[in-house]
């Protein structure tokens, strides 16, 4: 099993452009989840999806942030337009039991 | 508002001996709890478990303990080993809300040979 894989792993963006993270959760997992690190406020969850569809999005900062998941093996997080405050290791998790969830190596975003 | 908190930032240990890493969490309808261990540049892997109907879960040399009247989860490691250093996170869950889970802020374990 390849694991949930993440792209790109590493995004450098100026300020104002628009930023598209990508996420291919295990084969067989129905739910998936999108979390941001920083040194401030942790881990911390933005949204997650339960057999596609958005569960819960209290997360997401503002409307600059948006996630969709077309299908069951892929998700996107896209910030637009980026603000140097987003600089942050964005990770994606997927599960199949309701606790255990995987993560993938997340994508480090900095915003200049 | 954390309601998940690991008040030690960091924690050394000598190889073969104890390490215990400690979480403490405010929200008492919080019903399952988590322990990831996480490595630089990878994403935290999943440890071990426990639910609030037990006690005390272990796995090899890894136990967690729950108190649940101190609102208080511990991780034993036993005997450290080099390789378990590592940033270690406590999540906690409600199971009415799909396994989402509330992080602490982490804890770096680091084991001395």
């Known amino acids: 099993d390849a694991g949930v894989i993440q792209s790109p792993r590493h995004e450098v963006t100026e300020m104002g452009q628009e930023v598209t993270l990508r996420c291919k959760p295990i084969s067989g997992h129905n739910s998936l989840f999108w979390y941001r690190q920083t040194m401030m406020r942790g881990l911390e969850l933005l949204i997650y999806f339960n057999n596609n569809v958005p569960i819960d999005d209290s997360g997401m900062p503002e409307d600059r942030f948006s996630a969709k998941m077309p299908n069951a093996s892929f998700s996107t997080l896209k910030i637009q337009p980026s603000e140097p405050r987003d600089s942050a290791v964005y990770f994606c998790?997927?599960?199949?039991?309701?606790?255990?969830?995987?993560f993938g190596p997340g994508t480090r975003l900095t915003v200049t | 508002d954390q309601q998940v908190k690991q008040n030690s930032p960091s924690l050394s240990v000598q190889e073969g001996r104890i390490s215990i890493l400690n979480c403490d969490y405010t929200n008492s309808m919080f019903d399952y709890f988590l322990w990831y261990k996480k490595y630089p540049a990878e994403g935290p892997t999943f440890l071990i478990s426990i639910s609030s109907i037990k006690d005390k879960n272990e796995d090899g040399r890894f136990t967690v303990f729950l108190n649940k009247s101190a609102k208080h989860l511990s991780l034993h490691i036993v005997p450290s080993q080099p390789g378990d250093s590592a940033v270690y996170f406590c999540a906690a869950s409600f199971y009415n809300q799909g396994g989402k889970l509330i992080f602490g802020q982490g804890t770096e374990l680091s084991v001395k040979p």
């Open positions: 998790a997927s599960s199949r039991q309701v606790y255990e969830q995987y």
